[in-house]
Every structure is written in C-alpha cells, then in structure tokens.
C-alpha cells in the first residue's frame, strides 16, 4: 500500500436524489459534463464538450405519490447530491395537469420500494501505482392509484441504475488509465381499468474513458499523450393507448487527442485533434453529423440523414465495446491513424 494517511476524498461517484417529506422517491445518475477548461482546453476548440453549453435535463415521475401530496397540507421536495462538494446548483420544475372535469382527485400509494445504494469498491496499491475499482447500483419503484373523471387510475415507476470506475496508475504516476460506465434505465407505465393507457421507457448509457501518458526522451524532454471518450447513448419508446408507438435512439460520441513535447517543464510544441459523430434516428426524423477538428482548425464535417440504408435495431453495447478500445488508444501524429479514426466513427 502507498501508506496515505488522508481520509479517503469523496471519489468519482455522484447520484441527484430527490425526495418528498424526506423520503426518497427518485434518482438521476447524471451524465458526466465537461466544460472548456476540463482535462485540457485544448480539447474543446472548436468542438466543445458535449453538454458543455446545454446541460442535460431529467425527469422523475411523481404521480404515484399524488396520493401523499393530495391531502390538503404542505409537503416537501427536496433534493441532494451523494459524495458532492457544495458546488452542486440544482433547479426543477414541477409539471401538473389538472382535471378540468373532476372536483377532486384523491388516491394512494400501493407500493413503493426504494433499494439503498449497492457499493463495492477495491483498491490495490504499491507506492505510487495501483489500481482503483468502484462499482455502485440500485433500484427504486413505486406504484400508485389515483381516483379522476376517467376513473381509477394506476401508475408504476421504475428505476434502474449501475455504474462503474476503474483507474489504473502506473510507470511511477506517470500513465493514467481511467474507465467508467453508467447505466440509467426508467420505465412508466399508466393503467386504466380495463386498458393500457399510457407507456415509456427510456435507457441510457454514458461511457466516459480517460488516459494520460508522459513519455521520458531524455535530455529535460517528455512527450505527454492526452486521450478522452466520452459518449452519450439514449433509446426511448413511448406509446399512447396501446396503439401510437414512437421509438428515437440518439448515439452522441466524441473522442479528443492532445500531444504535448515538453522540455525543461516548458511546452515546445503541440498538437491536437477533436471527432464527434451525432445520429438521431426516431420515429418522426432522423439527423446525422460528423466533424472533425485538428488545431482549431474544423478538418471534416459531414451532415445528412441518418435514416437512410440505417438499421433501427440496438446496437448500444457493440458500439460502446467497438469505439471505446480503438478510438481511446490512437496516437493522433499519424494522418492514416486520423483516417482510420473518421472510418470507425462513420460506422
């Protein structure tokens, strides 16, 4: 072990919790922004992070515990941030439809099962090398009645999430590996009677993939090789009645390379290249984009519509498996290795 008598810093994991009276009836494991300034500036010139000027917005569905809220007193939403600093600024809205036909609307909550947070986490050191392994899930639902002019109405809601982080330090600090994965998957489904009135089910997968290489050349001189991944996949199906079915998938990857020569801790040279490839594929329209930048310098741009000679079926997991290894590890000196870069990103 490294012998560190600090106590352990709050690490890489962090959960939005949101409860009402103090009790918690949803989560958000949000997708990993990073701004302009993060890793290094001079990833996100001209292509900017994804997320960096349109933060990503959650929803969490409420209605089975309109029967806590619907009792004539105050109550209470509150929300929190697992491990974080107090830098977090958190706002939401609070979406309500009335019943125009109705003079009151009453109900219950049926059942509610909320999961504490499943951790595990692993770390092997020997000096300054070592290995960090952390891995976190959990699950919340609830269902509930509600009692309107159409009738009993029965909502359930479910959650699903797990995450994982590894980062490998090795070559006495000088190579940095860090690999995390999140799952976040909610379904909502709205029951009549004697029908289904209402579906939707949402799963999201963000990939996020770091390394740091400092290469001695000796004589005072290092080569430092910066690469990031960093994805946003989402699926989404919706359908109305049971009969007007609409489905998206949207695929958002960027991966940036930066290559700075060092000598005598002064930086001589570098260099630096940035690919994001963007495809929507829905029910309604479909938009693809490719761009490339090299130095602040827009190198490839192809925009176009997704749909056309597109397969609609998943492939989230082989495309994760297939970018993340061969985009992250590319040496960006090479104009072949660049080509080869926009080849596996078209894919």
Same mark, same amino acid.
């Given at each position: ?31 990993? #922004? ?16 994804? $997320? ?25 939403? $509150? ?19 009335? =019943?125009?036909?109705?003079?009151? !609307?009453?109900?219950? #909550? ?13 770390? =092997? ?10 891995? #976190? ?5 609830? !269902? ?18 797990? +995450? ?11 190579? %940095? ?12 489904? !709205? ?8 579906? %939707? ?27 990031? !991944?960093?994805? +946003? ?22 991966? $940036? ?18 690919? %994001? ?22 190198? +490839? =741009?192809?925009? $176009? ?7 609609? =079926? ?34």
């Amino acid at each position: 072990m490294n012998h560190l008598n600090r106590t352990p810093e709050n690490g890489p994991f962090r959960e939005v919790v949101v409860s009402l009276d103090g009790e918690v009836v949803g989560a958000i494991w949000p997708f990993s #922004v990073i701004y302009t300034g993060g890793i290094s500036p001079l990833f996100w010139a001209p292509i900017t992070g994804i $997320g960096s000027f349109d933060l990503p917005s959650y929803d969490i569905e409420i209605t089975p515990f309109l029967g806590n809220i619907l009792d004539g007193e105050i109550h209470k939403f $509150g929300f929190s941030v697992t491990n974080a600093l107090n830098v977090w600024l958190i706002d939401a809205n609070l979406h309500l439809w009335l =019943d125009s036909r109705s003079t009151k !609307t009453e109900g219950k #909550v049926l059942k509610k099962n909320v999961m504490p947070l499943r951790v595990s986490l692993h770390a =092997d050191f020997e000096g300054l090398d070592g290995t960090f392994l952390k891995n #976190v899930s959990r699950s919340i639902s609830a !269902t509930g009645q509600i009692r309107s002019s159409y009738g009993e109405i029965t909502t359930s809601w479910i959650q699903n999430f797990s +995450y994982s982080n590894s980062m490998l330090i090795s070559k006495n600090e000088n190579l %940095q590996i860090i690999d995390q994965m999140i799952h976040f998957h909610d379904s909502v489904c !709205t029951k009549m009677p004697l029908s289904l009135a209402y579906s %939707q089910s949402s799963h999201k997968v963000y990939p996020l993939r770091l390394s740091i290489d400092v290469l001695d050349k000796g004589n005072r001189s290092f080569l430092q090789l910066t690469n990031v !991944t960093l994805g +946003y996949y989402e699926e989404k199906s919706r359908s109305s009645a049971g009969f007007d079915f609409s489905f998206s998938t949207l695929k958002n990857l960027q991966n $940036g390379q930066v290559v700075l020569t060092i000598v005598n801790n002064f930086i001589v040279d570098a260099r630096w290249s940035t690919q %994001q490839v963007y495809k929507y594929h829905g029910s309604d329209l479909c938009y693809f984009r490719n761009i490339s930048s090299s130095n602040d310098i827009i190198a +490839y =741009d192809k925009v $176009g519509n997704a749909c056309n000679g597109e397969r609609t =079926d998943s492939r989230l997991g082989y495309e994760i498996r297939r970018w993340l290894p061969s985009t992250a590890r590319k040496d960006p000196l090479a104009s072949d290795e660049l080509k080869e870069k926009h080849e596996i990103l078209s894919y």
